[in-house]
């Protein structure tokens, strides 16, 4: 357990560390904008990026803290988990093809974001996990950093014209579309957070 949850830390630690590096130094594409700052903030939107992140945490407290629980890790493990789920979903069905990176590590570091750690990670919560005790108040808990992500993401789209991903950008397909597109991503996160917490309650009573 030990080991796989260390190797979803150091692939998502280092995949984002590439890619924030290249994105500082204005060679990802599309980041073409004024300033440093401006660069990593506009990466650091991506909910991959705040996903697999949250994901990378998760293992950490199971490394080094197996059974501690406690209602906010829940929902870091939930919100976790099941980000990496849908982004590897929506980028491999909707989104693969629309941007390709235009050097080999950066290739390589967006298979292993949208590919790699999702699976690891799945592999890790259903085989080798100390599960924690999720309730129905942990999964719904769990809506509020998404929630506050959509937040984010339109506030600072409408000053900005900058939207992380052309699904959600409103300029590009306009409102009606990015409603629909947010309503199934939101259908696919509650459906997935519950089937976590279903899987959960499964185990804890074949215990």
Known sequence: MKYLYSLIIIL??????IESYFCITERLLPFHLEGAFSRAVFYFSFFTVLSTLALSLGCLFVIFKPHYQSSALAVLRIDGIVGVIITGI???????????PNLLVLRITTEFLHVVIPVLGVIG???FDPHPV????SVINSFIPPIIYL???FVRGAITGLYPYPILDI????????LINVG???ACFIGFAFLLYWLDNCRLIKR
Not at 12 to 17: F, H, R, V
Not at 171 to 178: E, S
């Open 151 to 153: 937040i984010y993401t």
């Open 171 to 178: 300029n590009l397909i306009g409102y009606a579309q990015v």
């Open 134 to 137: 999720l309730t129905k108040r």
């Open 90 to 100: 929506v980028y491999n069905l909707v989104l693969r093809g629309m941007y390709q």
């Open 184 to 186: 199934a991503i939101t």
């Open 12 to 17: 998502a630690l280092t995949c984002i560390g």
């Open 125 to 127: 919560w259903v085989f």
